[in-house]
């Protein structure tokens, strides 16, 4: 049955025709003339429904939000309102309607917001090449939420979609790989700063992991690490290019994460993105190459190449010319007698016929993005241990390794028992125990070593203890710390965390590193947290010191809290001169007409703690200060004074709690003679 006409009087200017053709669309869904398959691919439909309201009269509105909440139900139907701008329209039109509509639109929005069902509900997505499990064998990738592979459960994301190559492409990476492995440091570093400038510029990122060698190649200069010779620099290069891949590899991954770039349609050039050119322009700029307008294009050409490459994904010019190469002059072209010596003279020789790349195998043998990662970290992290300069940069490509493993591999590598789960559980553990050598090695580096150096390894410290606490917090989670973080980290954790300039450099770092060791040594997180209250008690003391002498007003609540965090102190400090501070802001805050009943109760608390204290030197010098404020107070020298202030001094001693702490335990305490020294007072409160 053709709807069409019906279809488009819905977008009729008069209200009367608009409203007849919603019916008969309505009763003839209705009547079981036509089904709801019949109309979810006509997209007018979905745009006058929704154009419905935007009339000045609008008729039949609660129809018309019904027949859209219908539709939506069918997978194919809302992927065509989600393509024509439905979410937004519905969102804005939902507060102009009435309430009992509005629930109409939510269930709309509903169903818009699920994931299309018109995809198979398992997929695997290039684990080892494409799999799927639909009959016919296609496949099909997700760009929206990567499917992890069924058998390994710790994966985000595996490979990307696999890209082919040129016969000339592949010429590029094969020259560059082979001048990689060359002898000669020069070529070797021309190579790497080709790579850099060019040759990751004009591939896609995932180029390099699904072909290898590269990597593999640039991982090997790492290990070779500082040399003594000029040569032994050539790792600062390998660093650069390692670093430039981890960043085009998180654009690319980013953009095939993108919604907006999805497509059904499963061929290398809907894959691509800002590399992926027209057709009219892919042929204006092969027919234009020997132009001078050529020489303005934005992409950067290979060296000693004439003609522009739109890019390195198989999709350029070069198909054409590479596939009739073999019918030139009746035969095939022979191979140049001599191999090129740089990646520069690829442009002037002619190139053989590569033959048919063989994907299966070239996928079994790719890098997956965690591989790729765990790898870079894995030879990068020795590194930590050279000059300032070189350690910056390895750094800064250790920081770009770790977002790619957090985008890569999720905290269920600890428990996967797959074969790629524990292989990669196993490298993280070596990159974790590498990490607690670095830094052992910068914290205990002698004090005899010059100033400068000091400086360089505290530096270094400090950069490789932010960086294993990103790598912890990305990738494991604390409560795992204890069966799967090596002990020579959870040495290096206990040491950050007893790092006070550290902690007050990077508070945040320093509670996360407290966190793991929490659950890795409860030994070692106790003297820590003794540690930390000792450095309180001993900050405190001293600030309380400064402040009970200070002139001017005083803030006698915090003091006293100081006073309180003194005394916890003093088994550490043995700093006695606080004892009579202390005593004298008793008997201060005691004696006024109408004292603050908060600062009397807090006061007592310090001095009963004194009287008590189980340290006899601290017992003793707490009962010689009170002998000795009393007879200040009491003594004879008072008796011509005429205020009755004078003797208010004392008035603290006269509570029930503390006479009864001097009279049962003080009296008799068999530790210290003390019974001679409280005679006098005694004998001057009687006469008093």
């Known amino acids: 049955m053709d709807l069409s006409s019906i279809i488009r009087k819905m977008g009729h200017s008069l209200v009367e025709i608009r409203a007849r053709a919603l019916k008969s669309i309505l009763c003839k869904l209705d009547l079981s003339l036509i089904s709801v398959h019949d109309i979810v691919q006509e997209k007018m439909l979905f745009v006058y429904l929704l154009e419905w309201f935007n009339f000045p009269e609008v008729p039949m509105k609660e129809e018309a939000l019904e027949l859209l909440l219908t539709l939506s139900k069918h997978p194919s139907a809302a992927q065509m309102l989600r393509d024509v701008g439905a979410v937004d329209f519905l969102t804005q039109l939902s507060p102009n309607v009435e309430p009992s509509l509005r629930a109409v639109i939510d269930g709309t929005l509903d169903q818009l917001f699920h994931l299309p069902e018109l995809l198979p509900s398992r997929v695997v997505v290039y684990s080892h090449g494409p ?74 990122a995932e180029i390099f992991l699904q072909r290898p060698g590269i990597v593999k190649s640039l991982l090997s200069l790492l290990r070779l690490g500082p040399g003594k010779e000029e040569s032994g620099y050539i790792y600062l290069s390998a660093l650069s290019c390692l670093r430039q891949l981890c960043v085009g590899l998180r654009r690319r991954l980013r953009f095939h994460q993108d919604p907006s770039f999805y497509s059904a349609k499963q061929d290398p050039v809907s894959q691509n993105s800002s590399f992926s050119y027209t057709q009219e322009v892919l042929g204006t700029q092969r027919s234009g190459a020997s132009s001078p307008g050529s020489e303005c294009s934005p992409r950067p050409s290979l060296v000693g190449r004439t003609s522009q490459r739109a890019r390195g994904d198989g999709q350029d010019g070069d198909a054409a010319s590479n596939s009739g190469s073999s019918h030139r002059s009746g035969g095939a072209v022979q191979a140049p007698r001599q191999m090129a010596h740089s990646p520069a003279d690829v442009a002037h020789v002619e190139l053989p016929d590569l033959g048919v790349e063989d994907v299966l195998e070239l996928q079994l043998r790719q890098l997956t993005l965690a591989q790729f990662t765990v790898a870079s970290m894995e030879c990068a992290i020795p590194l930590l241990k050279t000059g300032l300069h070189a350690f910056h940069r390895v750094l800064e490509l250790l920081c770009d390794a770790v977002l790619l493993l957090g985008d890569s591999v999720c905290e269920l590598v600890w428990d996967d028992r797959s074969l790629a789960g524990m292989e990669l559980k196993e490298k993280l553990q070596t990159c974790m125990e590498l990490l607690g050598d670095i830094l052992s090695y910068h914290h205990s580096c002698s ?70 060791l929490e659950q890795v040594n409860s030994d070692s997180h106790e003297i820590y947290r003794r540690v930390t209250r000792a450095a309180l008690w001993m900050e405190s003391t001293c600030i309380f010191l400064r402040e009970a002498q200070a002139e001017g007003e005083k803030n006698w609540l915090e003091l006293v809290e100081l006073a309180d965090q003194a005394i916890d102190g003093l088994p550490f400090h043995q700093h006695l001169p606080i004892i009579k501070e202390c005593v004298h802001i008793c008997s201060y805050l005691w004696k006024f007409e109408q004292p603050s009943p908060l600062l009397q109760t807090e006061s007592q608390k310090l001095l009963l703690k004194l009287l008590a204290h189980p340290l006899l030197p601290v017992k003793t010098e707490t009962y010689e200060c009170t002998l000795n404020l009393v007879k200040d107070c009491l003594g004879i020298q008072n008796a011509t004074r005429q205020e009755p202030g004078a003797c208010a001094g004392v008035i603290f001693l006269l509570h029930h709690r503390v006479l009864y702490e001097i009279s ?3 009296l008799q305490d068999s530790t ?17």
């Not at 459960?153 to 492409?169: A, E, G, I, Q, Y």
């Not at 002898?183 to 060019?198: A, G, K, Q």
């Open 131 to 204: 799999r799927s499990t639909s009959s016919k064998g296609d496949s099909c990738f997700i760009p929206l939420c990567y499917i992890e592979h069924e058998s390994v459960r710790c994966l985000k994301f595996s490979v990307f979609p696999w890209l082919t190559l040129t016969n000339t492409d592949r010429h590029i990476l094969s020259s560059n790989e082979n001048s990689l492995g060359s002898s000669n440091p020069n070529l070797v570093r021309t190579t790497c700063e080709l790579l850099c400038d060019v040759i990751m510029q004009d591939f896609p």
């Open 447 to 516: 004090v005899d070593i010059p100033n400068n150096s000091q400086v360089h390894h505290r530096i270094a410290y400090i950069g490789a203890a932010i960086f294993t606490i990103k790598l912890l917090q990305t990738i494991l989670p604390p409560e795992k710390a204890s069966d799967n973080l090596p002990e020579n980290t959870a040495t290096a954790l206990f040491h950050l965390c007893l790092d006070t300039s550290l902690g007050s450099l990077l508070p945040s770092m320093q509670e996360t590193a407290v966190a793991y």
């Open 664 to 666: 049962t335990f003080g």
């Open 672 to 688: 210290c003679d003390l019974t001679w020294t409280f005679t006098p007072m005694t004998w001057d409160l009687n006469w008093t």
